[in-house]
């Protein structure tokens, strides 16, 4: 009797056991990450009675967790796609919604300036029209600025996610590591510690979300962490600490890096791969570094080329016009590493070459290297070099192997547009050099399309004149005799250049015009000065005309169509970055299923379990009532 009653009672305590598993699985049915566990059962050694083994009970040998590792790893590996995709898509989104905002956005006081300008064509001596002109200019500084510093803004916010995403890092690896030791222990001891085991998962699902890891099971329930190329962030119950380090070359920029002995930080940014921080990695370097570097070579390119057309002309007092906007100067930067003497200077020979880049100058101990950062692109040697629009120098003193320079011919000089013309009556609305016919002509020569390309040997220093002789250059070859500037004479022959034939003064502020029509003996042109005209439009002419002209990127875009290249770019981006979160988005909610699929709690399972189970608790309780009755009448009979 004393064994029937031992395997009811075994059979009452395992039935217990799973009812309290059961009971378990049903109060986390909504606890995120929990894993259902399952009560199994196994036999209790049999005994050895008369030749014979007779079973003895049942007992719970282990209460394990409905796992599946694979589809654990494919959950983590998919929620740090979707923290990449999710961070990717709301930075590239708002960077997209401030440049496309009508309100906010270049385009329109782009179109406010050259509006203004060709206001001031129409009417050249009006001071109201020359207002409104510098006042839509600052419109268009300030725009500029406020770009600039927007996008300032959103490497500042970059910076702080890596700040916030480090210190997470950290706090989730060292609790991974202090479960791990717990779990080594539990499992030492025999015990399986699922609960554990589920708040581990939870943490490397956090995890993944902010970083790309691979994890590592050891032999003794442990679970090592990895990132980037096997930079080790969890062994055993150890952890590894990331730290936020000053990029030595960039300035402003922070990295991810791991601290070494001696105190030196190894930088890993560009070994992280998904999760938030490959998100805000990524939207720096493949958006919000090409837009502001394209801002800066559509500010240089205005600055520049605007500047010089003005200089061009001339103002209300009759003098040379200066600066319209302030100049733009490309920036060099040595790495706070760097140990040689050398020194680098760059500047910016044509502005229509211009790439919306930075340049990486490296000494490797033998030559210098000059990479593009947009696309790798490469050329080396002793310099200088010219390439894209620009010419770097070098000077100074030796390099030394490892020295790096950071070179900037646009990026962040946005924020530097300014407004350099300070009064309306200095606006050089007209040209410099006027053309006059004598009185006295009597034949129909003419003079147009009067110009200058350069402000050397300008103004004027007297008056140029142009005499027809018909044996100007010898006996029958006719021309002008000319006086003043380059002297001398000029072919013209009217039998055959009457349609027009145009010259070219180099030293006198690269003058050109076209002479046309039939002069007679003696017939003058004079060039001169202009040294006040208000009705004089040319110079503003040739301003507004620069609107429509593809003066940028190879001289294929205008002021205009770079600015909406730009803009172009980060909403293809965008649109990439939205498509990319919808697929990580499914394919997440497919790893979810999968993991609710093995691990997840299904009350009705649960709930036709507990039947079974109340059912065979009811049957080995009434072993026991059996084993009373049987035990109770064996005694009865052994009083008789």
Do not use: C
């Amino acid at each position: 009797m004393a064994d029937l009653l031992g395997i009811a009672t075994s059979g009452l305590g395992a039935i217990q056991q799973a009812l309290s598993t059961t009971g378990h699985n049903i109060a986390n049915v909504n606890t995120e990450g929990y894993s259902r566990q399952v009560a199994d059962f196994q036999t209790l050694p049999a005994q050895r009675t008369g030749g014979q083994f007779l079973g003895s009970g049942v007992e719970v040998g282990t209460v394990r967790r409905a796992y599946d590792s694979f589809v654990v790893q494919e959950l983590q590996t998919r929620s740090s796609k979707l923290g990449l995709a999710t961070t990717l898509e709301e930075m590239s989104a708002s960077l997209d919604n401030l440049l496309g905002d009508s309100d906010n956005g270049l385009s329109p006081a782009i179109q406010g300036f050259f509006s203004s300008i060709q206001a001031v064509g129409s009417d050249p001596s009006s001071i109201s029209a020359r207002q409104i002109l510098l006042s839509d200019a600052q419109i268009l500084t300030d725009r500029f600025n406020q770009l600039d510093d927007s996008l300032s803004g959103f490497e500042r916010d970059v910076n702080n996610r890596i700040s916030a995403s480090v210190g997470d890092v950290n706090g989730l690896v060292s609790n991974i590591a202090e479960l791990n030791g717990d779990i080594t222990l539990a499992l030492g001891t025999g015990g399986q510690p699922n609960d554990l085991l589920d708040q581990r998962d939870a943490l490397l699902m956090q995890l993944s979300e902010i970083i790309g890891i691979s994890a590592l099971e050891q032999t003794d329930g442990a679970i090592n962490v990895f990132v980037g190329k096997g930079q080790p962030l969890v062994i055993g119950g150890t952890s590894q600490q990331l730290v936020v380090t000053n990029n030595t070359v960039y300035p402003n920029r922070l990295e991810v890096g791991v601290a070494q002995a001696g105190g030196a930080v190894a930088v890993i940014s560009d070994q992280i791969s998904g999760g938030e921080l490959q998100g805000a990695l990524d939207f720096r370097a493949r958006i919000l570094d090409p837009a502001r570097a394209e801002l800066g070579r559509l500010a240089v390119g205005m600055s520049d080329l605007v500047n010089a057309q003005h200089q061009l002309g001339i103002d209300l007092n009759g003098q040379l016009g200066g600066n319209f906007f302030t100049p733009l100067g490309p920036t060099s930067i040595a790495s706070s590493q760097n140990t040689g003497a050398a020194t680098v200077s760059l500047t910016v020979d044509n502005v229509a070459d211009l790439e919306a880049t930075d340049y990486l100058l490296v000494y490797d101990g033998a030559q210098w290297g000059l990479t593009r950062t947009s696309d790798g692109a490469f050329s080396g040697g002793a310099g200088p070099f010219s390439q894209d629009g620009i010419s770097v120098t070098i000077a100074g003193g030796a390099p030394a192997a490892g020295d790096t320079f950071l070179l900037r011919p646009v990026y962040g000089t946005a924020g530097s547009f300014g407004l350099e013309l300070g009064a309306a009556e200095r606006f050089a609305a007209g040209a410099p050099v006027v053309s006059s016919l004598a009185f006295s002509n009597s034949g129909s020569g003419e003079v147009a399309e009067v110009a200058v390309s350069s402000t050397t040997g300008l103004p004027l220093a007297g008056n140029i004149s142009l005499t027809f002789n018909p044996d100007a250059l010898g006996a029958g070859v006719p021309g002008f005799d000319v006086v003043g500037g380059p002297g001398g004479t000029i072919a013209f022959d009217p039998a055959t250049e009457s349609g027009g034939k145009t010259f070219t003064f180099a030293a006198s502020g690269g003058l050109s015009f076209t002479l046309s029509g039939i002069p007679d003996t003696g017939d003058v042109i004079t060039l001169s000065a202009n040294t006040g005209a208000p009705g004089d439009n040319r110079n503003a002419l040739l301003l507004g005309d620069m609107q429509t002209q593809r003066l940028l990127d190879g001289s294929t875009a205008t002021f205009g169509e770079t600015y909406s290249g730009m803009i172009g770019g980060v909403g293809v981006a965008t649109r990439q970055a939205q498509a990319n979160l919808q697929a990580e988005d499914s394919l997440m909610e497919n790893a979810i299923a999968a993991r609710e699929k093995v691990s997840g709690v299904n009350l009705e399972q649960e709930a036709a379990e507990l039947v079974r189970l109340q059912q065979a608790y009811q049957a080995a309780a009434q072993l026991v009532a059996i084993t009373d009755t049987l035990f109770q009448t064996l005694l009865g009979a052994t009083r008789r």
